[in-house]
């Protein structure tokens, strides 16, 4: 019973935050102002700027900052223990993680939609404008590579999660086309899911393993396989389709796919909760293992600290949220009645699928999982086979393996069959990582555009400046960039061999990229609370709630990339030089540095232009 009791001692937990702590916010730190002309309305261009339900809004805001990062975080960071994995979600998506998404997304809507990075200018200084929007093209074009790497390893693992992922597109454009002549939301809504869950159960009830390759649906000819694998077909496919799917209005495609997953989400999270009540499952996981064993003699583990902290991003508090916050849902609300709502409420549902996801790889996992030889295994064998060891080789579908597996033995106590359990949760991780790619896509091409024209009109900027400021070539550059990083593992030596992985198996090292993409994204959220912070100093209003946890997290990610910088420069034992890696970390580590010197001495500095009124209010 001690999964049942975690889950709804943390459902009870985060319903009482949102009513005391939330409010507690609106009110006396943020202020929020219903009566205010909100940007979606003066600025309306029914492109980006459009007036929308809160519902949708919702959906479209907790869809795009959830994907997979809640799952594959939590999924990876168990290997610790569930205890540590636990207690981090639950305290960070509370006092940290909401914290920054809320702030995000009201100094947005006092400020005409803008970016937090393009807010900086004002807040900070222009300076750290540019700097900012370079951290931000950083970790974007780390999300595009990372999440497209992630469906593509899904749909080579779980075929049966193919059809319905690509199906639902039809099924978003038809309920765009439906609502915006006026159709009912509930009715519509409904239509909607019966469709997906249809597609979900004929796609489940195919033997998807003779009925194709068993590494995945086969588009390529046969005699390729040997120099691109599956997972590297399916990536370079879905980058293809998010190229198209961004530079095409909001409410045509993204905002009602994200729509129907966010009750693709409630329905997968009800069933969930539903299984884990039927089954509960006794907890077979470490509750602490703070120095797991590595996969090979001399491979390098990750440790605890600082990489519990970026490993669990999404669940916890994330950056990339302050970019959907400010460059998305600020310019969709239709008031700031409805930022709690949307801001803090959608923080803590992601930090309960966190809590979720723990919960079925630390115990759903032990009803059973197939080994390595096909044989069924049970309880602390299930367990060790998936968490006994550190795999720094592994793709990102491998890790999410133990949260399809374990969610899905847990469903199958609600009488729902192996096979359609397998289907509807591979389906929920796929289409969830497909809402973030969409809406990274978008915002990459926001800020490339930006920097492009950052200092001077773009009639006066260069052929090659012009054409990536435009949303076609921005929206090109964004993809290919991120294609050539997914692939990067093909030039990387492999941690066992220390030979070079090459093509066909590009894609299935993943895995190496995750605390890349944790550090960089954590620094993300701590210059975003930086930024939030100064606004709040500068409008006279407390400012040790975004504070101190923007003092832990540029303090947790400098210490996590010079740890990554060592690694990737091949010092410490097992380490391997990977240096275009370690390139990165490097830039993350001088912007970091010049960033958060220049946001603390203006918090220090005394005088009127540091804490007296202003016109950022």
């Given at each position: 019973m001690l999964t049942v009791i975690i889950a709804l001692g943390s459902f009870v937990l985060y319903l009482a935050a949102y009513h005391t702590y939330g409010r507690f916010l609106a009110r006396r730190i943020f202020r929020i102002e219903p009566e205010r002309v909100a940007p979606a309305h003066e600025l309306s261009d029914g492109v980006d700027f459009v007036p929308s339900r809160r519902e949708l809004v919702f959906?479209?805001?907790?869809?795009?900052?959830?994907?997979?990062?809640?799952?594959?975080?939590p999924a990876v960071a168990v290997v610790w223990g569930w205890v540590p994995a636990l207690v981090w979600v639950l305290l960070g998506s509370i006092f940290m993680g909401a914290v920054h998404d809320f702030g995000s997304l009201i100094i947005s809507m006092r400020h005409r939609g803008r970016t937090i990075a393009d807010l900086s200018s004002d807040v900070i200084?222009?300076?750290?404008?540019?700097?900012?929007?370079?951290?931000?093209?950083?970790?974007?074009?780390?999300?595009?590579?990372?999440?497209?790497?992630?469906?593509?390893?899904?749909?080579?693992?779980?075929?049966?999660?193919?059809?319905?992922?690509?199906?639902?597109?039809?099924?978003?454009?038809?309920?765009?086309?439906?609502?915006?002549?006026?159709?009912?939301?509930?009715?519509?809504?409904?239509?909607?899911?019966?469709?997906?869950?249809?597609?979900?159960?004929?796609?489940?009830?195919?033997?998807?393993?003779?009925?194709?390759?068993?590494?995945?649906?086969?588009?390529?000819?046969?005699?390729?396989?040997?120099?691109?694998?599956?997972?590297?077909?399916?990536?370079i496919v879905l980058l293809v389709y998010v190229a198209i799917a961004s530079i095409i209005p909001v409410q045509w495609l993204l905002q009602p796919r994200d729509y129907i997953n966010s009750h693709q989400l409630l329905v997968a999270m009800g069933l969930l909760a539903l299984g884990l009540i039927a089954s509960h499952p006794p907890v077979v996981a470490d509750a602490i293992n703070l120095h797991p064993e590595p996969a090979s003699p001399g491979a390098r583990v990750p440790s605890f600290m600082p990489f519990l902290f970026v490993t669990i991003a999404c669940g916890a508090i994330s950056g990339f949220h302050?970019?959907?916050?400010?460059?998305?849902?600020?310019?969709?609300?239709?008031?700031?009645?409805?930022?709690?709502?949307?801001?803090?409420?959608?923080?803590?549902?992601?930090?309960?699928?966190?809590?979720?996801?723990?919960?079925?790889?630390?115990?759903?996992?032990?009803?059973?999982?197939?080994?390595?030889?096909?044989?069924?295994?049970?309880?602390?064998?299930?367990?060790?086979?998936?968490?006994?060891?550190?795999?720094?080789?592994?793709?990102?579908?491998?890790?999410?393996?133990?949260?399809?597996?374990?969610?899905?033995?847990?469903?199958?106590?609600?009488?729902?069959?192996?096979a359609l359990a397998t289907a509807i949760m591979g389906v929920f991780v796929a289409s969830f990582a497909a809402t973030t790619l969409d809406s990274a896509t978008r915002l990459q091409r926001y800020v490339i555009a930006e920097l492009a024209a950052s200092s001077r009109p773009r009639h006066q900027l260069g052929t090659l400046?012009?054409?990536?400021?435009?949303?076609?070539?921005?929206?090109?550059?964004?993809?290919?960039?991120?294609?050539?990083?997914?692939?990067?593992?093909?030039i990387a030596r492999n941690p066992r061999t220390g030979e070079f992985n090459g093509l066909a198996s590009a894609g299935r090292g993943g895995l190496i990229l995750w605390p890349v993409f944790g550090a960089i994204n954590q620094l993300l959220g701590g210059l975003a609370l930086l930024v939030i912070t100064?606004?709040?100093?500068?409008?006279?209003?407390?400012?040790?709630?975004?504070?101190?946890p923007m003092t832990f997290m540029l303090a947790i990610t400098a210490w996590a990339i010079v740890e990554l910088l060592r690694s990737f420069s091949g010092v410490g034992e097992g380490a391997l030089p990977q240096w275009h890696l370690a390139a990165v970390a490097a830039i993350m580590l001088v912007l970091q540095i010049w960033i958060s010197v220049e946001g603390i001495r203006l918090l220090f500095k005394r005088g009127d232009n540091a804490a007296g009124p202003t016109s950022l209010d």
């Open positions: 959906g479209h805001h907790f869809t795009s900052i959830a994907g997979t990062g809640p799952i594959v975080g200084s222009p300076r750290v404008r540019v700097l900012f929007l370079l951290v931000v093209l950083i970790g974007l074009w780390m999300v595009l590579a990372i999440f497209g790497l992630v469906i593509a390893g899904v749909f080579a693992m779980f075929p049966s999660s193919v059809v319905p992922v690509f199906f639902q597109i039809p099924i978003a454009v038809g309920l765009g086309v439906y609502l915006r002549r006026g159709g009912s939301l509930i009715l519509g809504s409904l239509i909607a899911l019966i469709l997906m869950y249809g597609s979900i159960a004929w796609s489940g009830s195919i033997d998807w393993a003779t009925a194709v390759n068993p590494d995945g649906v086969r588009i390529l000819p046969r005699a390729w396989a040997e120099h691109v694998s599956p997972v590297g077909v399916w990536t302050c970019l959907v916050a400010s460059g998305c849902s600020s310019r969709q609300l239709s008031s700031e009645r409805d930022a709690q709502y949307v801001g803090y409420g959608a923080m803590l549902t992601e930090g309960m699928l966190a809590i979720l996801v723990i919960l079925a790889c630390a115990a759903g996992i032990g009803m059973g999982t197939l080994g390595s030889n096909q044989t069924l295994l049970t309880g602390d064998a299930a367990w060790a086979h998936h968490y006994a060891t550190w795999g720094g080789d592994r793709g990102l579908a491998d890790v999410l393996a133990p949260f399809i597996r374990g969610s899905a033995n847990m469903i199958e106590t609600l009488g729902i069959s192996p400046r012009q054409a990536i400021s435009n949303r076609y070539g921005a929206t090109l550059l964004a993809v290919v960039s991120a294609g050539m990083l997914a692939f990067s593992d093909a100064v606004w709040l100093a500068k409008s006279r209003r407390p400012t040790r709630y975004t504070a101190i």
